[in-house]
């Protein structure tokens, strides 16, 4: 059973940091993509960044310059660096990767539950 687990959301004045953790565990051979999306509310879910077994990334454009991803694949674990936060970054911060289970298995892609980040004085 494969998870995704997110953690390092929380409560941040305009202009501060965060940085998200999302582990994935289980029967996991490879992860060739993983991604942070985010929903706020009311609207509909959207790609923050991602980024390939690689090492390429890329940014929404709201994002640019201010959020970097990164990935530790001995922890199979995706990193979201935010800094100025501003309150529009507030929202449900999910993880998305697509995990290989063996050499033989299709790729599928999991979801966490979310991590909430509040930007508010």
């Known amino acids: 059973q494969v998870q995704l687990v997110e953690s390092g959301g929380g409560l941040v004045q305009p202009g501060g940091s965060l940085r998200l953790s999302c582990a994935a565990s289980g029967s996991i051979f490879s992860l060739p993509y993983m991604a942070w999306y985010r929903q706020a509310p009311g609207k509909q879910r959207e790609l923050v960044a991602h980024?390939?077994?690689?090492?390429?990334?890329n940014y929404a454009d709201s994002v640019k310059g201010r959020f970097t991803i990164s990935r530790e694949d001995a922890k199979s674990t995706v990193y979201l660096q935010m800094n100025s936060l501003k309150p529009e970054d507030t929202a449900d911060y999910y993880c998305n990767a697509l995990i290989m289970t063996s050499l033989v298995s299709s790729a599928k892609y999991y979801w966490g539950k979310g991590t909430l980040v509040t930007v508010s004085s």
């Open positions: 980024i390939t077994s690689s090492g390429s990334t």
